[in-house]
């Protein structure tokens, strides 16, 4: 049983910054991709970062140059730093991690964005 614990949400004004962690309890975090996904009540959840395994990303089109994903494998642990931060970005952050053997969700962690 992988253990997924995020952290790093919280209240920020507008402008601001955070970055969020999602750490695995597993010692083969390399292999899986990586992504942030992020959802507002009664919305469809929607993905704003992925990792590949080979490190390549790819970001929504809404946070591109403002969002960073990264990894790190020996602590088993994925990041979301976010700058420059809009109300629109209000929302629960989801990590998951996918491989061909298992998929993982995180529990996700509340970002709201307002002054």
């Known amino acids: 049983q992988v253990e997924i614990v995020e952290s790093g949400g919280g209240l920020v004004e507008p402008g601001g910054s955070l970055r969020l962690s999602c750490a695995a309890s597993t010692n083969i975090f390399s292999i899986y991709d990586i992504s942030w996904h992020r959802q507002v009540p009664g919305q469809q959840r929607e993905r704003v970062a992925y990792m590949h395994t080979s490190g390549r990303t790819e970001y929504a089109g809404s946070v591109e140059g403002r969002f960073t994903i990264s990894r790190d494998n020996a602590k088993a642990t994925m990041y979301l730093q976010m700058n420059s931060l809009l109300p629109n970005d209000t929302a629960a952050y989801f990590c998951?991690?996918?491989?061909?053997?298992?998929?993982?969700w995180g529990q996700g962690t509340q970002v709201t964005v307002s002054s």
């Open positions: 998951y991690l996918d491989s061909i053997h298992r998929k993982l």
